[in-house]
Each structure stands twice: as structure tokens, then as C-alpha cells.
């Protein structure tokens, strides 16, 4: 599966997304917790002032199919994708 390149605020949205799924196996990050930069004390990503930049960052994730966006009691979670090898 070829998916489109990442700018480097998107990628660092993506690692984010990545390392915090690592350490919390059954929960997904909140938009303000993506914005902190912060996974349980420990810096991961520069801090985002804006949560409506952090969700345009991160629909453009989803465009580009590198996340999935899931809804749970109406409020969205998002799961990164694991990328298929071609066929």
C-alpha cells in the first residue's frame, strides 16, 4: 500500500499517536492530550497550542489512511493503521 508522505508536524501527530498506543494498549489519545506532547510524564512530541490545528493534523492522518478514526459514545478515538505490504 503506497500512502502519501508525511510533513513533519503530521509525522510528529503520527509518533504520538504510535508511542501512546504502546503504553496504553486499551485507550486512545484525546486531543488535548496529543497537543501536550506528554505521555505519562515523558515529552514525546512538541507541545501544540491550538487543538483545532492538532485535529486538522490529525483528520489529515486519517485522509491519508495512516490512522483510523473509530467513535465511541459519540466522541472519536483514533487507532494508528498497520500498513499492508503490496500486492
Not at 486519517?62 to 494508528?80: E, L, S
Amino acid at each position: 500500500m503506497n500512502r502519501p508522505p508525511l510533513t513533519q508536524a503530521q509525522e510528529q501527530i503520527y509518533i504520538y499517536i504510535q508511542e501512546f498506543q504502546k503504553v496504553h494498549k486499551n485507550r486512545s489519545p484525546n486531543l488535548r492530550e496529543i497537543g501536550s506532547g506528554y505521555i505519562d510524564g515523558k515529552k514525546v512530541i512538541p507541545e501544540r497550542k491550538s487543538k483545532g490545528s492538532t485535529y486538522r493534523l490529525v483528520k489529515t492522518l486519517v485522509k491519508k489512511n495512516y490512522i483510523a478514526q473509530k467513535f465511541w459514545d459519540n466522541r472519536p478515538h483514533w487507532v494508528v493503521v498497520d500498513e499492508q505490504p503490496d500486492s
